[in-house]
């Protein structure tokens, strides 16, 4: 059974940075997608960013050019730096993975990771 912890979230003002971290355990195969997911309350829960075993990433639009995702594979652990932090920014930050996708399957589709982390807060404010 894989476990997810989360780590790094905190309330911010506006322009700030934060590191969240995502320590992965509990497995012997290789993990193919580590992902970050967000939600606000009464939203659905979005893709903020992936990384695959190769190292390539994703991100959504309204955060590429601000978060970087990376991972370090000795520590099992996946990072998402998050620069110029935005109040819409604030939500709970879930960390996700899974060993395989289905045929066509993306990153940013929750349905696509049965392994999740109970989440960190992000709270940005102006």
């Known amino acids: 059974q894989v476990h997810l912890a989360e780590s790094g979230g905190e309330s911010v003002q506006t322009g700030g940075s934060l590191r969240l971290s995502c320590s992965a355990s509990?497995?012997?195969?290789?993990?193919?997608?580590m992902g970050w997911f967000r939600q606000v309350p009464g939203e659905e829960r979005e893709g903020v960013a992936a990384?695959?075993?190769?190292?390539?990433?994703n991100y959504a639009d309204s955060v590429n050019g601000r978060f970087t995702i990376s991972q370090d594979n000795a520590k099992n652990t996946v990072y998402l730096q998050m620069n110029s932090l935005k109040p819409e920014d604030t939500a709970m930050y879930y960390c996700?993975?899974?060993?395989?996708?289905?045929?066509?399957?993306?990153?940013?589709?929750?349905?696509?990771?049965?392994?999740w982390g109970q989440g960190t807060q992000v709270t940005v404010s102006s």
């Open positions: 996700a993975a899974d060993f395989f996708f289905r045929d066509g399957g993306s990153w940013y589709n929750e349905d696509e990771y049965h392994y």
């Open positions: 509990g497995y012997d195969d290789r993990i193919y997608c």
């Open positions: 990384i695959d075993w190769d190292g390539r990433t």
